[in-house]
């Protein structure tokens, strides 16, 4: 065991553990404790052309030659390209958005606009009155139920008369 002086105070070297095929030494003493490692043998070259072959294939692999170039190139033309146009889809879908909030304003507009002219329309109307002229003045009657003639229709929005209603 050898023994050292360090920071003014005794301390000692001794061999420690052993993990994978190193030797680790202590230093013990007043001061820090560092870990040193004991040196290693070199490794021996088993075969130094071998390595020359390998020091060929790796510069052979990092060269770029003419198709790995066009190959790149073409790639981030094409990457490029889809980039944009997936920008300007975003751009046009952000601008028909607003048009339809737009188009369903004025729709919303036209609604209450027109619910507001058929009530106003609707109270200036006097039925009594209309009832009183149709009948009074221009001999209309109610229908009887005999006169009544229903019909069937698959499409309920209009009725097409192709002939006349046949009589009672």
Same mark, same amino acid.
């Given at each position: 065991m050898a023994k050292t002086q360090s920071m003014g105070g005794a301390?000692?070297?001794?061999?420690?553990?052993h993990e994978n095929g190193r030797t680790y030494v202590y230093v013990d003493g007043t001061a820090v404790r560092k870990l040193?490692?004991?040196?290693?043998?070199?490794e021996r070259r088993q075969n130094p052309s071998a390595s020359q072959r390998t020091k060929r294939n790796r +510069?052979?692999?990092?060269?770029?030659n003419l198709g790995y170039v066009l190959f790149l190139t073409v790639a981030a033309v094409v990457t490029v390209f889809m980039c944009v146009n997936?920008?300007?889809?975003?751009a046009m879908e952000t601008r028909l958005q607003k048009e339809v909030?737009?188009?369903e304003t004025q729709l919303d507009a036209a609604i209450l606009e027109n619910d507001s002219d058929y009530n106003r329309i609707m109270t200036s109307v006097d039925m009594e009155q209309v009832k009183n002229v149709a009948m009074n003045e221009l001999g209309m009657v109610y229908a009887k139920k005999s006169q009544i003639v229903t019909y069937e229709? +698959?499409?309920?929005?209009?009725?097409?008369?192709?002939?006349?209603?046949?009589?009672?």
């Open positions: 301390a000692s070297s001794r061999q420690g553990r040193q490692t004991a040196p290693q043998p070199q +510069e052979r692999a990092l060269s770029m997936f920008l300007q889809l975003q909030t737009s188009l229709i +698959e499409n309920s929005d209009y009725v097409r008369q192709y002939t006349d209603v046949p009589k009672g």
